[in-house]
């Protein structure tokens, strides 16, 4: 359980980071409906999902699969949009089309037919993807590297079941914002020369987190993904 004082306290600070989305919209010419906020809840509990729910709050991201599906069961009295954030394994592909409106993180062939074998089979609706892009490179480990990133888009586009949403990124943890800002701008050009070559629209970027989403807003974000800034730092994992 967490105090009243531990949820107003989540309230708060999810007021705050809306305004500075906001603020970072408008200097940047953009509207503030244009950006969404995606609160990543990962090591939180469930009362502190429940606190940002109260402040109005609708989209949250998980990151494991396990932790998420324990605290949508003890959520499923409240109407939730669910993002998938965190790496996904392929073998644990079945959960994700019933559980998440929005996957953040594909990232291979592999997983695509893993997620469209599932969707096929249960004769589920779409489930709308992003691909997650390797702006990183030799450090990061999660993601398409940019060479393989058109043919992925294209097999995807090529499933039924699958929605094809946008990009996604996760720069480098030891990058300065300011050192990050080239590749938030790097990733919307990606996609600005994906959209023509396979004639469909790309119209989400997931990018920005606590440390750095006025420069991912600025660089045209739409959807900015943050944890700590609402919820405080991470517990250690149980
Ligand atoms: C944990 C996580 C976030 C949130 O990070 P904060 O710095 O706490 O805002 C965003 N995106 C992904 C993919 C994450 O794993």
């Given at each position: 359980m967490i105090s009243d004082i531990e949820a107003q306290g989540i309230r708060d600070r999810l007021a705050g980071t809306l305004d500075a989305v906001a603020e970072a919209a408008r200097v940047s010419g953009r509207r503030p409906e244009d950006v969404a906020l995606v609160a990543i809840s990962k090591f939180h509990p469930a009362d502190a999902v429940r606190a940002a729910y109260e402040g109005g709050q609708r989209h949250f991201g998980e990151n494991y699969i396990q932790e998420a599906l324990a605290k949508q069961d003890e959520l499923a009295d409240i109407d939730i949009s669910w993002h998938f954030t965190g790496r996904l394994q392929s073998n644990?592909?079945?959960?994700?089309?019933?559980?998440?409106?929005?996957?953040h993180t594909l990232d291979g062939s592999k997983l695509a037919q893993a997620l469209h074998k599932r969707l096929a089979a249960t004769c589920a609706p779409t489930l709308d993807v992003l691909i997650e892009v390797n702006l990183g490179g030799e450090g990061q480990k999660a993601g398409v590297e940019e060479s393989e990133l058109s043919a992925l888009a294209e097999e995807v586009l090529g499933l039924s079941t699958l929605r094809l949403r946008g990009l996604m990124l996760l720069p480098p943890f030891d990058l300065t914002p300011e050192q990050r800002r080239p590749l938030f701008a790097r990733l919307r050009e990606?996609?600005?020369?994906?959209?023509?070559?396979?004639?469909a629209k790309l119209p989400d970027l997931s990018m920005g987190m606590t440390d750095d989403f006025p420069e991912a807003v600025m660089e045209g974000a739409t959807i900015v993904r943050v944890g700590t800034r609402i919820f405080g730092p991470r517990p250690v994992k149980q």
């Amino acid at each position: 359980m967490i105090s009243d004082i531990e949820a107003q306290g989540i309230r708060d600070r999810l007021a705050g980071t809306l305004d500075a989305v906001a603020e970072a919209a408008r200097v940047s010419g953009r509207r503030p409906e244009d950006v969404a906020l995606v609160a990543i809840s990962k090591f939180h509990p469930a009362d502190a999902v429940r606190a940002a729910y109260e402040g109005g709050q609708r989209h949250f991201g998980e990151n494991y699969i396990q932790e998420a599906l324990a605290k949508q069961d003890e959520l499923a009295d409240i109407d939730i949009s669910w993002h998938f954030t965190g790496r996904l394994q392929s073998n644990k592909a079945k959960f994700v089309p019933d559980r998440f409106g929005l996957l953040h993180t594909l990232d291979g062939s592999k997983l695509a037919q893993a997620l469209h074998k599932r969707l096929a089979a249960t004769c589920a609706p779409t489930l709308d993807v992003l691909i997650e892009v390797n702006l990183g490179g030799e450090g990061q480990k999660a993601g398409v590297e940019e060479s393989e990133l058109s043919a992925l888009a294209e097999e995807v586009l090529g499933l039924s079941t699958l929605r094809l949403r946008g990009l996604m990124l996760l720069p480098p943890f030891d990058l300065t914002p300011e050192q990050r800002r080239p590749l938030f701008a790097r990733l919307r050009e990606l996609r600005d020369k994906l959209e023509p070559s396979l004639g469909a629209k790309l119209p989400d970027l997931s990018m920005g987190m606590t440390d750095d989403f006025p420069e991912a807003v600025m660089e045209g974000a739409t959807i900015v993904r943050v944890g700590t800034r609402i919820f405080g730092p991470r517990p250690v994992k149980q």
